[in-house]
C-alpha cells in the first residue's frame, strides 16, 4: 500500500516540517494522512477556546487541500499536557491500530532533538505506538525548533522538493492567526530548503533522519 503517515504536535507543524515532501508524496500517487495531536488553542489565550480551535482548524484543512493530502485528523489533546492526556484517552492505543490498519511505508514525525517538550512526546508517543501496532516500517524524523539537528550519524534521507517547495510555502500562509510563529520560522524555511538543496544537487530540499 502506498501510504505514508505524519504525525506531529501542533497545526502547522506538518508543513513547517515537511510539507514539501507531503505534497511530493501526494503528487506521485501516496496517500498522505496528517494526525495532529492539539488544536494549538494556546496559540491565542486572551481569545475563546473554541473561536481558536475552529479557525486553527480550519486553516489547516486549507494547508492540507494544497499539499493534497487524504485526510486530516486531531486527536484533541491539551497542550502542554499530552502525556497525561494520552494516558486518559488511549492515545497509544488509537495510535498503534491506525499504524496496523493503514500499514504506512514511513511515518514522518518530530525529532527527539526538538527543544519543544510537545515534540519530544509525540517522537516517543509514536516510537512506542509503532512498537505496540507489531508494524514494521521506517520512521524518519524532521525539525522545527532546533537551528541544527545533532543526530548527524543517523541515515538521512534527502526529498527534492523544487517542484512543491511553493506549494509548501503557500500551505504555510493559509496559517493567517500564526503571524509571530511565522515571523519567527519562515526565514528559516527558506534558508534550509536552500541549504538542504545545496547538499541534494538541487534547488530545494527537505531532510529526514531515519530513527528506526
Known sequence: ?????????????????????????????????????SYGEQSHPWLKERFVIETRVRESKEASKILGTRSLSF?????????????????????????KNKKPRKILTHSIDDPHPDHKIVHNAVILSLKKSGHGCDVYTFDIWNPVNMKRSNPKLYVDISRTFKKKTDALKCFKSQKMSMISLLWSVYI??????????????EVFYKVR
Not at 486527536?75 to 499504524?99: C, N, S
Not at 541549504?195 to 534547488?203: C, D, K, P, S, W
Request: charged content about 30%.
Open 1 to 37: 500500500m502506498k501510504n505514508i503517515l505524519v504525525i506531529c504536535a501542533h497545526p502547522d507543524d506538518e508543513v513547517f516540517g515537511a510539507g514539501g515532501t507531503i505534497a511530493k508524496y501526494a503528487k506521485e500517487g501516496f496517500n498522505v494522512d496528517v494526525i495532529i495531536f
Open 75 to 99: 486527536l484533541g489533546m491539551r497542550e502542554g499536557h499530552f502525556e497525561e492526556d494520552a494516558a486518559k484517552k488511549g492515545v497509544y492505543d488509537k495510535l498503534a491500530k491506525t499504524i
Open 192 to 205: 534550509r530548503a536552500i541549504a538542504t538543496g545545496i547538499a541534494n544537487r538541487t534547488r530545494f530540499a
